[in-house]
């Protein structure tokens, strides 16, 4: 086994599968991962693609120099407690979940003298499933350099990171990227059900809306102009542009979206204070 790439997720739902989709066959083979997951059919599609796996923590996941914690957030702390016998001096411990802070993590899985510093915070998305995820991380200070540059790899394998310094700047990426696929595809389907209302098909409102979608969101990211200034450029004087954007300022499109990721936000901050 590739001891340096050596993986094991902890939890193989959703966000295992995408980090695991981009890392498999490109930064380690399958059969240096291993998924620990308690349901059976979740084994047998990971064990079906040549990964390890078990149903509870066990002595393997001291072999295993990264681990990947991908339960849901109210399930980490037991889950946190299970693993702890198993870890070694050098495990870079990772932490997908939402809303809970690396203080409580750290915690967990040290000694009450002596918190598990060796830990890096990162929120992910699902586009990452396709390898165009947006990922933001963290590291305690117990991380080494070396440390951050593979957690900044594996993760670069299968989204753009950024660095944040610490659990509100995790809170901050959550309410933006972590969450952010599902306003997107909330306006996609919003997109199609105001196409067909006009009288397109299912199929043609649904490519034209994703087509739409990839092709602005290209143009920005290629284009050396200000968005402001793209969207001008849609926006002929007295057009249909200007007619619907009047209609998104009236009711304050900008606000909603915003109240709704003060609204993830304040979320992520109630989970880690539950979940301490
Ligand atoms: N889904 C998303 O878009 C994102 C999720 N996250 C975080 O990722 C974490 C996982 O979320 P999902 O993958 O969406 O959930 P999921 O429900 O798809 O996966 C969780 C997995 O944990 C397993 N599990 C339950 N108890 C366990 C235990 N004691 N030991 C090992 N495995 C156990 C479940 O069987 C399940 O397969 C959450 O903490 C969430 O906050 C972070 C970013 C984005
Ligand atoms: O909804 C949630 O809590 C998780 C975290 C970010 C995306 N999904």
Redesign the pocket.
């Known amino acids: 086994m590739n001891k340096e790439l050596s993986l094991a997720f ?9 980090l695991a989709a981009g890392l498999i066959g490109k930064r380690c083979g399958a059969h240096d991962v291993l998924v ?4 059976q059919a ?1 084994r047998d599609r990971w064990a079906g693609q040549g990964v390890a796996v078990a149903p ?2 066990d002595s393997k996941l001291s072999a295993r120099r990264v681990w990947i ?5 109210q ?2 702390k ?2 946190a407690l ?1 693993c702890k016998p198993h870890l070694a001096e050098d495990t870079l411990v990772i ?6 802070s690396s203080a409580a993590l750290s915690g967990w899985l040290g000694q009450p003298d002596r918190p598990w510093r060796r830990l890096v915070r990162c ?4 586009p990452a499933l396709i390898g165009a995820g947006a990922c933001g991380l963290m590291a305690l200070d117990g991380v080494s350099e070396d440390e951050r540059r593979l957690a900044q790899q594996m993760l670069g394998a299968v989204a753009q990171v950024v660095w944040v310094d610490d659990d509100a700047g995790i809170d901050a990426v ?1 309410a933006l990227s ?2 952010g ?2 306003y997107v595809f909330l306006f996609i389907e919003a997109l199609i059900q105001g196409g067909i209302r006009h009288g397109l098909d299912d199929d043609q409102a649904r490519s034209l809306a994703l087509a739409t979608l990839t092709g602005a969101t290209q143009l920005a990211s290629l284009s050396h102009e200000s968005l402001a200034t793209l969207r001008e450029r849609v926006t002929s004087k007295g057009g249909t542009t200007a007619a619907a954007l009047d209609v998104f300022q009236a009711r304050d499109f900008a606000g909603i979206v915003g109240e709704a990721m003060d609204a993830a936000r304040a979320r992520a901050a109630a989970m880690a204070a539950e979940f301490s």
């Open positions: 902890i939890g193989g739902g959703n966000m295992a599968s995408a620990i997951d308690p349901n979740v509870e923590a914690l991908a339960v849901k957030p399930g980490l037991e889950v299970a932490s997908v979940a939402a809303g809970v929120m992910p998305n699902t959550t972590g969450s696929p599902a």
